[in-house]
């Protein structure tokens, strides 16, 4: 199994809603309190926890996974700044509803590409390497490793930034590829494709076919080795 859709599964979420039993509210910590390297650290260990309470009756039903991602890594993800830094300028010429539909079948496609993918990850294959550098409120990396049978660990990169709320993930770099970047330039060709010099109408079929469940990830890099 590919370790790109295991790492981007704990950052990019959805709020999908199924039945399973979900972590205890109780352990959660005040996020806010927690620097960047410690939110990223909390927030796996609950993941685990609750993975490995729930392993069973997940491997039976992987969508079961959905209110785990709901729970325990959606508050932990900036989707609407994410959303916008996708979009890049396309932002600005879609309509406030436009740009809500967006964000809601992003986060569902992202949950529908790599949400079954956390069902088999295993906390001993994460290693959250000592945050290097000053600690920016716009932009702090917090560098993991995910290992893999038969080779070197995978470079995992979580890209924060400080809000009212606590540090949020608003993107993931895997082997150097920063996924914010490479689906807006997936976005942005399409846009430009489908809307013919009318941006409006381009982002709408982009939306439309995020809701459709046809669009495919694009490619990397590191897709071909």
């Known amino acids: 199994m590919s370790v790109r859709p295991l790492a981007l599964a ?33 927030t796996a260990e609950r993941m685990f926890t609750a993975l490995d309470q729930n392993r069973a ?27 916008r ?9 879609a309509t406030p ?13 992202l949950t529908r590409t790599y949400g079954k993918a956390i069902v088999n990850f295993e906390r001993n294959r994460l290693k959250v390497l000592p945050l290097k550098g000053a600690v920016d409120p716009k932009r702090t990396i917090v560098q993991t490793q995910i290992a893999r049978s038969g080779g070197a660990p995978t470079p995992v990169d979580y890209v924060l930034r400080q809000t009212p709320q606590g540090w949020k993930v608003f993107d993931l770099v895997v082997e150097g590829i920063s996924y914010v970047r490479n689906y807006r330039q997936s976005f942005a060709d399409e846009i ?34």
């Open 10 to 42: 704990l950052a990019l979420v959805s709020a999908v809603v199924a039945t399973v039993a979900v972590a205890d509210d109780a352990a959660a910590p005040d996020y806010s309190k927690l620097g960047p390297e410690q939110v990223i650290t909390a």
């Open 97 to 109: 509803d436009q740009q809500a539909r967006f964000q809601k079948a992003f986060i569902a496609f």
């Open 192 to 225: 430009t494709q489908q809307g013919r010099g009318d941006a409006s109408k381009g982002i709408e079929a982009v939306i439309k076919r995020l809701e459709s469940g046809t669009f495919q990830a694009p490619a990397t890099p590191s897709d071909k080795k």
């Open 85 to 93: 830094l996708v979009l890049a300028a396309n932002w600005k010429s």
């Open 57 to 83: 009756a997940l491997k039976a039903d992987p969508n079961k996974v959905s209110p785990l991602v709901e729970q325990i890594l959606l508050p932990n993800f900036d989707v609407d700044y994410a959303a």
